[in-house]
C-alpha cells in the first residue's frame, strides 16, 4: 500500500484569462469582464485557504497589457485602486497578507498608493498571501535582476542568491500553474519561478471559474505528485 500522504499545495499560480471574452458573450461592456473577474479573484483567495493553500499568485496585468487600449488600461487600474481599499477591511479580519509584484514605476498615482496602503495594513495576515502580479513581465523580472547585482553578488552568484534578487524574493515557487481561457501557454509569467510547476489549462474563462473546477485541480495535483509525476 502506498502511503496516503496530503499533497496540497503550498503556492498556486494563476493566469487569469478570458475577462473580455467573457464579458462579450454575455453582451456586457469589458470592464465588467474585469469587475466580475476581481470578484472571482476574491472568492477564490477564500476557497484557496479553505483547502489549505499558503500562497497564491495571480497575473493581473502584464507588462504587455500596457499597449491595450488607453480606455481599457485606465479602466483596470481604477478598478485595481477601488477594489485595493474595498477589500482591506475583509482582507485584515479574514488574516488575508496581500502583496504586489511588477514594475512600479509604471502606474498610476493613486493605484500605487492603494497597493502600497493595502501591503502595509495586511502585512501581519497570517492565513494565505495574496501575491498579485501588476505591470509584471517574467523577462523584465530578470533583466532588472540582473541590473541589481553588486560585484560582490557577481562573484558569489548561485541560484539561491539570484532568486533573491527577483520581485518574488521570499515567496515560494508555484507548485502548479493554471491557465483559465483556453490558452495554453505561459506568456511571461514566473519565468523563473515555474521550472519545476504542473501545469493546468482550462477553457473556462477566469469570471466564470467556480470552486468546483479549483477542488478538481487540486485533487488532480495531488495524484500527479503521488505518482511521482514531479
Ligand atoms: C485577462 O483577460 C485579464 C486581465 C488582463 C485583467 C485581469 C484583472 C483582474 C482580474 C482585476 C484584478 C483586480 C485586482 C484587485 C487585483 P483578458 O482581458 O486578456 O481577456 P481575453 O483573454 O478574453 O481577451
Request: proline fraction near 3%; charge should be negative; glycine fraction near 8%.
Amino acid at each position: 500500500m502506498t502511503e496516503t500522504t496530503s499533497s496540497i499545495p503550498h503556492t498556486i499560480g494563476i493566469i487569469m484569462d478570458g475577462n473580455r471574452r467573457w464579458a462579450k458573450e454575455q453582451g456586457l461592456p469589458t470592464i465588467e469582464g474585469h469587475r466580475k473577474g476581481a470578484e472571482t479573484l476574491q472568492a477564490c483567495t477564500r476557497w484557496a485557504y479553505e483547502m489549505g493553500v499558503k500562497t497564491l499568485i495571480v497575473y493581473a496585468f502584464s507588462t504587455e497589457n500596457w499597449q491595450r487600449s488607453e480606455e481599457e488600461v485606465t479602466g483596470i487600474m481604477d478598478l485595481v485602486a477601488f477594489f485595493s481599499e474595498y477589500i482591506a477591511d475583509t482582507a485584515i479580519k479574514e488574516g488575508v497578507r496581500i502583496q504586489f509584484i511588477g514594475k512600479r514605476d509604471m502606474l498610476p498615482e493613486k493605484t500605487l498608493q492603494k497597493i502600497e496602503t493595502l501591503e502595509q495594513v495586511t502585512a501581519i495576515g497570517m492565513t494565505i498571501t495574496l501575491v498579485v502580479a501588476l505591470s509584471y513581465g517574467g523577462r523584465l523580472e530578470i533583466v532588472e535582476a540582473a541590473r541589481s547585482l553588486s560585484e560582490s553578488d557577481r562573484a558569489e552568484l548561485t541560484e539561491e542568491s539570484f532568486a533573491r534578487k527577483l520581485w518574488t524574493a521570499g515567496i515560494s515557487d508555484p507548485d502548479f500553474i493554471i491557465r483559465t481561457g483556453g490558452q495554453k501557454r505561459l506568456s511571461n509569467f514566473l519565468l523563473w519561478q515555474s521550472a519545476y510547476s504542473e501545469l493546468f489549462f482550462t477553457p473556462t474563462y477566469w469570471p466564470a471559474f467556480t470552486r468546483d473546477e479549483f477542488a478538481r485541480m487540486v485533487t488532480e495535483y495531488g495524484e500527479r505528485v503521488q505518482n511521482g509525476g514531479k
